[in-house]
T-cell receptor
Framework: GAVVSQHPSRVICKSGTSVKIECRSLDFQATTMFWYRQFPKQSLMLMATSNEGSKATYEQGVEKDKFLINHASLTLSTLTVTSAHPEDSSFYIC????????????FGPGTRLLVL | GQQLNQSPQSMFIQEGEDVSMNCTSSSIFNTWLWYKQDPGEGPVLLIALYKAGELTSNGRLTAQFGITRKDSFLNISASIPSDVGIYFCATLGNQGGKLIFGQGTELSVKP
């Protein structure tokens, strides 16, 4: 149980275009979803926290107009990288949590973004 | 801020050997989590610890929640090639369910 999927798994785009990444909780309702980015050989860096039906909370230094997050339902959150540039190339990972006192996060398989 | 110090950063071992890695912090936490990340994949939860002193096993993996609540270790016994990957410790900070991650331990297993 507690499976999270992401789509697409990898995407290559031209500089200046926008890219949408979907994160779905397949067998549970995720009260909260998190978006991370990860550079090679580094740990996961939290970008934002999103709760269904409300605005996402962004970490310090993450541009909310650059990384648009929509959490339309308890099973779907999307991250749109707007006007992507080569420095946005990274591995983007989402996670969902059922909530409750243990608040275990279940991670998606990640999306590799390459901006040319 | 709250930080986790994970060590070692990398390990190169022979198949069959046991492995030990740990995570420490200057802060007290109520949860310790261990994740494994395969190349090009998201992290997968291996073991979750919720009580100081708790010792939990998952197959060849064993993890313990330190009695001081400031540390945790993960042991892997009789390593096999598919143990290769990056292992992260993590804990829940005090800000609404956000995870704090260690820097990761990259494990390489030589057949």
């Amino acid at each position: 149980g507690a499976v999270v999927s992401q789509h697409p798994s990898r995407v290559i785009c031209k500089s200046g275009t926008s890219v949408k990444i979907e994160c779905r909780s397949l067998d549970f309702q995720a009260t909260t979803m998190f978006w991370y980015r990860q550079f090679p050989k580094q740990s996961l860096m939290l970008m934002a926290t999103s709760n269904e039906g409300s605005k996402a909370t962004y970490e310090q230094g993450v541009e909310k107009d650059k990384f648009l997050i929509n959490h339309a339902s308890l099973t779907l959150s999307t991250l749109t990288v707007t006007s992507a540039h080569p420095e946005d190339s990274s591995f983007y990972i989402c996670s969902g949590t059922i909530g409750g006192p243990k608040e275990t996060q279940y991670f998606g398989p990640g999306t590799r973004l390459l901006v040319l | 801020g709250q930080q986790l110090n994970q060590s070692p950063q990398s390990m190169f071992i022979q198949e069959g050997e046991d492995v030990s890695m740990n995570c420490t912090s200057s802060s007290i936490f109520n949860t310790w989590l261990w994740y494994k990340q395969d190349p090009g994949e998201g992290p997968v939860l291996l073991i979750a610890l919720y009580k100081a002193g708790e010792l939990t096993s998952n197959g060849r993996l064993t993890a313990q929640f330190g009695i001081t609540r400031k540390d945790s270790f993960l042991n892997i016994s009789a390593s096999i090639p598919s143990d290769v990957g990056i292992y992260f410790c993590a804990t829940l900070g005090n800000q609404g369910g956000k995870l704090i991650f260690g820097q990761g331990t990259e494990l390489s297993v030589k057949p």
